[in-house]
């Protein structure tokens, strides 16, 4: 379900998806498949993992991530439930053949 609240989702962001409830900054962002997409491999991920675990390990990850980049950006796009989302999100086919548990490879790969 895709709600909009420009208060819930975090400045410089334009969605945050928090299961089974994609938020999106403005009503405008409801056609823009892209950000609908990530968000929807975002509900895929959390669903994978029964929803808190996904919070923690992301939690854990992106402050290792932090303190391996020192910086914020750079940490939050380095997450491995993010780049799955960065990587994949303009292939509007992706979850349809997205194995379980996808996000693990991207785990330790190359910086993004």
Request: aromatic share 18%.
């Amino acid at each position: 379900m895709i709600l909009i609240s420009k208060y819930l989702v975090p400045k410089g962001y334009t969605g945050l998806t928090i299961y089974p409830f994609v938020f999106l900054k403005y009503r405008r962002l409801k056609t823009d498949m892209t950000l609908i997409n990530h968000e929807r491999i975002h509900l895929r991920q959390q669903l994978e993992l029964l929803v808190i675990p996904f919070y923690i390990i992301y939690v854990i990850e992106f402050l290792m991530r932090l303190l391996q980049y020192r910086d914020w950006k750079t940490a939050y796009r380095n997450i491995s439930f993010e780049r799955e989302c960065y990587l994949n999100e303009t292939n509007l086919d992706y979850l349809k053949t997205r194995k379980l548990w996808a996000f693990i490879t991207y785990f330790r790969t190359n910086e993004f």
